[in-house]
Each structure stands twice: as structure tokens, then as C-alpha cells.
């Protein structure tokens, strides 16, 4: 029988995604009930979007969570090393087999001609997808080309008809005919690996058995298949979990949802309720019982009993488990330790002292001047934002506008959110101390309050994100039809 080894492959391009974790819950489950081992990967071939903060946060929410990793970084085992940034001459050696196979084949086209081309299959309603043109190339300009050093990528070959048939293992058979699949480029001119080429070898070479990931991943089973087939590889077992859904059934976002693991940290969820909470996304313990540890979950696990159906991520009802969590699990004691830990017990408390001693003069001044660093959504009603000069149009444009503006800052740090919401004002024709108002209210609760961009810096993006778009709901939300009036509006102003 083949060892079970499943994996995780995070890219870390953002912060810690609620997915990531539920679908490294489910791997790490197949893995531990047979005594198989679960893997932490670090995809971060795009050197652009990768970053080492994100890698840190990734590895933290997992560690916080609870979903430890059998190898991984930190944890080194045979197969490494484990970040694909790290594999590079792994990845060449793999390549070159495949160009000198009659696999795949270096493409010379420029972005011109590429960006042409798609302008010219949408125009004619055609698949969208590389044409082959390099194909073509004598094997003499090939190397001629390849001598002068000629800017290139590597491409994979393609079947020009029929269809690529598989079986997954939640789905069942499945059928994707190969001219929807294009000729996937498998190597980038800086010479590292897309996605596809890293994450098929890397799956290879540390013996992978089961690649159980999001439903996403469903189309790029051929080009995977026929990567296997081209270096004469057994494909481990492929299960394509359903994603997780909005309320509304739209897929989860952050747009909709907060979806940063950091965000359910900074709210105050125990970390065991989370876990249970992605383990009943499509799943259920056969008693039917809601409330299971991780262990629990392990033990009963099973894959064949993940629906399809797309498991709704209910805010509602993790409020709910987590409560049950708190009233059932904690001693007296273990309350007051971990509540103290989580409002206390980090670095954000260093940050507030400064801000909160420059107005007090009793401490029983600080619960009223900092609660809100440590509380949920403030309580908010229309009254909170009456302002003599402010419409409630204004005071709906600057949130959406800051709101927006807000999530483009990077490094989110106080000096960046200060000089683009000051640059915002400007824009909008704003005194400052109106502009702000509303965000003061948003954030904190009150019109007056510590600095707003302070306070932001250390409450973080998703915190600030989900107050201000509760703000926009008190005053009454913004329609589908506003919305796109507003965007028009904010395009123009950059
Ligand atoms: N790096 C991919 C991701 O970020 C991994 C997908 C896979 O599991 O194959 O989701």
C-alpha cells in the first residue's frame, strides 16, 4: 500500500486565507487517520507577488490553528527544502528533459504579438490560447535563437483533438477536451517555473499521494496529467474540494466576508472553534454532532463523506460555536488567562500604551478612550454621523472611497495610510478634519478619539476594513447602482 502523503501548497501572495487553512485541515486529516504524513509547501515562484511577511503570517495562522505540519519549513525532512524559491535547479534540470524529449519547446513570441493575438481570437469569438506559432521554428533557429540568448519561455505541448479524461475522487469521472487547454508555459523567461511545472514536480519528488485541494484547480488537471504522462510518472489521487461560499452562494471574498485568518484572531475566536467550524464546511461527524475537536475530527475522517454542495461560510454560526467553545471548554481561570493573552499578551498593546498615556489622567479613563481596540463592530446608528457640514452622501463617499483606497497600502503602516487618505481629502476637495470624521466614527466608535491613523495602523486592514463597511451599512448602505456611479467617480480621480 502507498504511504499516504498529502500537502498543502500555499503561494504567499496576501494574507493567510480562511481556505487555505480548511483545505490544509481536510490534508491533514486524510494524512493523520492513516498515519500518513501532511506537507507545508511554499509556492513562491512569483517573485513579484511573494512575500516573506505573507510566508510568516501563512505559517503563524496555521501554527495558531493548531494544523502542524509533519514537513515543512522549520520542520525539514527528507524532501526538501520545501519553498519552491529554494528548487530552482530542480526545476531547470526537469525542464530540459522535457525540451529534449519533443515535450515542450521554447517560445520566442513577443507581448506584442501575444496581446494581439488574444485581441484578435476575441474578436473572431475563439478559445483563447497560444497559437503554436514557435512550433514552427526550424530546429536550426531554434538554436540559432536560443545561442544568441533571444529572449524565450518554455512551453508545454498539447494534443490538438480529443479529450483528457480522469478521475476525481469527489466528482468521479471527468472529461475537459484538449483544445480548451493551452499550451501552458512551463518557464518564464527569468527562468523560474509557473505554477504548473513546480507544483507537478514538487508533487512527484516528495512522493505526494493524494492532492487535495479547492475546486479551482479542476481545469488544470489536464496540463498536470499530461506533465505526469511526459515524464513517465505515476499521478497521485486527485480530490477537488468544493469552495467556500459567501450567504449569498458567491465564492468567499474579501470583499463580502472578512477572510484573513488574522481577522478572526484579532476578533477573538478560539482557535479550536475555527478549526471545528471549516471541519463542518461539507462535512459532518457520522453522530451528526456540530461540535468536534481536530482530534475527533481525524479519527472519524473520511473523505467520502465531503458534500459537494458549496459549504456556506456563516458568521452567523461560527459566533455561535465559538460561544458554545467559551461557555462548554473554559474554567473561569482559562478564560481570564486567554482573554488576557489575546487583549494583552502581544505586540498591539506596546502600541496603545503611547497613544492612550498622552490622554488620560486616571486610569479609569483608559477603558472608555481604548476599548475599541479590543472590541468587535462599535455600536453605531445613523445619530453617530450628524455633522453640520457632512450630507450622509458625502459621509458615504468618503468611507467607499477610503475603504478602497485603504486595501491598495502597502506596507500597511501609519505613515501610508495618512499619506493616502491626506491625498484622498486633497483629492475630493475635503478640509482634512471633515474628511476624517467619519472614519473616526467608523473606527473607533466616536467623533473624537486617539489618532484615527494610528489606530488603523495597529487595529490592521481587515479589522478596519470590516468596521468601515459596517459604517457604510448603518447609514444605509450603498445600492448596486450608486456603487457603480461611485466607482466611475473614483476612477476619475486618479
Ligand atoms: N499554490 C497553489 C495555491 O496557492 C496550490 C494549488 C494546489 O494545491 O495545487 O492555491
Not at 487555505?20 to 501532511?38: D, E, P, V
Not at 513577443?110 to 478559445?127: F, G, I
Not at 471541519?279 to 475537536?293: N, T
Amino acid at each position: 500500500m502507498t504511504r499516504i502523503r498529502t500537502r498543502i501548497a500555499p503561494s504567499p501572495t496576501g494574507d493567510p486565507h480562511v481556505g487555505t487553512a480548511y483545505i490544509a485541515l481536510f490534508n491533514r486529516c486524510f494524512a493523520h487517520k492513516s498515519g500518513g504524513k501532511f506537507i507545508l509547501r511554499i509556492e513562491d515562484t512569483d517573485r513579484q507577488r511573494s512575500s516573506a511577511k505573507s510566508e510568516a503570517d501563512i505559517l503563524a495562522s496555521l501554527q495558531w490553528l493548531g494544523l502542524s505540519w509533519d514537513e515543512g519549513p522549520g520542520c525539514e525532512g527528507e524532501f526538501g527544502p520545501y519553498r519552491q524559491s529554494e528548487r530552482s535547479e530542480i526545476y531547470s534540470a526537469h525542464i530540459e528533459k522535457l525540451v529534449v524529449d519533443g515535450f515542450a519547446f521554447p517560445c520566442f513570441c513577443s507581448a506584442e504579438r501575444l496581446t494581439e493575438l488574444r485581441r484578435q481570437q476575441l474578436q473572431d469569438k475563439q478559445v483563447i490560447g497560444y497559437d503554436g506559432h514557435c512550433l514552427q521554428l526550424s530546429k536550426d533557429e531554434v538554436s540559432t535563437r536560443l545561442q544568441q540568448g533571444s529572449e524565450h519561455v518554455i512551453r508545454m505541448k498539447i494534443p490538438d483533438s480529443g479529450n483528457c479524461e480522469f478521475n476525481d475522487l469527489l466528482r468521479g469521472a471527468v472529461s475537459i477536451a484538449w483544445s480548451q487547454v493551452d499550451m501552458q508555459i512551463l518557464m518564464k523567461s527569468d527562468g523560474l517555473p509557473t505554477y504548473h511545472f513546480a507544483n507537478v514536480v514538487d508533487d512527484h519528488l516528495m512522493l505526494i499521494s493524494h492532492v487535495i485541494r479547492g475546486e479551482e484547480w479542476i481545469n488544470s488537471m489536464p496540463k498536470h496529467l499530461l506533465l505526469y504522462q511526459y515524464f513517465g510518472w505515476q499521478a497521485p489521487i486527485f480530490c477537488h474540494m468544493p469552495l467556500l461560499r459567501n450567504p449569498d452562494k458567491s465564492k468567499l471574498s474579501k470583499r463580502k466576508n472578512p477572510t484573513s485568518i488574522g481577522y478572526y484572531q484579532a476578533m477573538g475566536y478560539l482557535p479550536e472553534a475555527l478549526v471545528n467550524y471549516l471541519g463542518l464546511m461539507g462535512w459532518s461527524l457520522p453522530s451528526g454532532e456540530e461540535k468536534f475537536s481536530l482530534q475527533e475530527m481525524t479519527d472519524c475522517f473520511d473523505l467520502e463523506r465531503v458534500s459537494l454542495g458549496g459549504p456556506v461560510f456563516d458568521t452567523e454560526k461560527l459566533d455561535w460555536l465559538n460561544g458554545k467553545y467559551i461557555r462548554e471548554d473554559l474554567s473561569d481561570d482559562e478564560f481570564a488567562q486567554k482573554f488576557a493573552q489575546w487583549a494583552f499578551g502581544g505586540s498591539k498593546v506596546k502600541r496603545i500604551i503611547p497613544l492612550l498615556k498622552q490622554r488620560v489622567e486616571r486610569f479609569s479613563d483608559v477603558a472608555e478612550l481604548g476599548s475599541f481596540f479590543i472590541s468587535g463592530l462599535p455600536k453605531l446608528d445613523v445619530e453617530s454621523f450628524q455633522h453640520k457640514q457632512l450630507s450622509t452622501e458625502t459621509l458615504l463617499k468618503i468611507l467607499q472611497f477610503s475603504l478602497w483606497r485603504l486595501q491598495q497600502i502597502k506596507p500597511w503602516n501609519r505613515d501610508n495610510i495618512e499619506l493616502e487618505l491626506q491625498t484622498l481629502a486633497t483629492d475630493l476637495g475635503l478640509k482634512i478634519r471633515e474628511f476624517l470624521f467619519p472614519l473616526f466614527v467608523a473606527i473607533s466608535g466616536k467623533a473624537v478619539s486617539t489618532s484615527v491613523f494610528d489606530s488603523m495602523a495597529i487595529l490592521e486592514l481587515d479589522i478596519c476594513r470590516a468596521r468601515i463597511r459596517h459604517a457604510i451599512a448603518v447609514l444605509r448602505g450603498i445600492s448596486k447602482k450608486q456603487a457603480k456611479a461611485l466607482e466611475r467617480e473614483y476612477r476619475d480621480l486618479k
